[in-house]
């Protein structure tokens, strides 16, 4: 069933739109692709002014779901250019871009949308793309989303005190945003400029 592109994106990305994560992502269904592409085009015009983008990561036309991934790239790219970041990326088999003027996050992004398009593996380095802490991505990794000390929004391998605190404000923003959609507010009300 092709439920409303506004109402999924306020569920997934409401801490992004509030500038409080880099990126989310979200699936959407929708047998048409021209009109989806169309309405991601007419997103972004509106919401790029705000620091915000949304970029289609992976489609299936069988199926007929995108998978679509809202992010700041100012955010983003303070994230995946942590020294500590950038050293595992490559480590996972990234070739890392020469920090550029522009949206230097499109390189990197461009390699995670080709290896979520691939049959293999799940690439699990996402959660570094979504703003998690490189500490839960290495640890869900090292133990195969087994072991992890705290559960919420991921899963976290570090301070559970620390990891619930965050998944309480996360989860917070999201029933505050979903509360004033619901009420009239317009989601370019709710996108927070950068």
Not at 40 to 55: D, E, K, P, S, T
Not at 171 to 177: E, F, H, P
Request: proline content about 5%; some cysteine.
């Amino acid at each position: 069933m092709e439920r409303n592109f506004e109402t999924v994106m306020i569920e997934q990305c409401s801490p992004v739109l509030a500038g409080l994560k880099a990126a989310n992502l979200f699936r959407h269904e929708c047998r048409d692709r021209q009109a989806l592409y169309a309405t991601v085009a007419g997103w972004n015009a509106q919401l790029n002014g705000r620091g915000i983008r949304l970029l289609v990561l992976k489609e299936c036309p069988i199926r007929h779901w995108f998978l679509i991934y809202l992010y700041r790239p100012a955010r983003l790219e303070s994230v995946l250019g942590r020294p500590e970041v950038r050293q595992f990326l490559q480590q996972e088999g990234y070739a890392l871009p020469l920090q550029a003027a522009g949206d230097a996050c499109q390189p990197l992004l461009a390699q995670l949308a080709g290896r979520l398009a691939c049959d293999g593996d799940f690439p699990h380095e996402i959660g570094v793309f979504l703003g998690y802490p490189l500490e839960d991505v290495v640890g869900f990794i090292r133990n195969r989303g087994q072991n992890f000390t705290c559960c919420g929004c991921w899963k976290a391998y570090g301070d559970p005190d620390a990891a619930r605190r965050l998944f309480a404000q996360l989860n917070k923003c999201t029933a505050v945003y979903l509360r004033l959609f619901h009420s009239g507010t317009p989601i370019l009300r709710l996108a927070v400029a950068a």
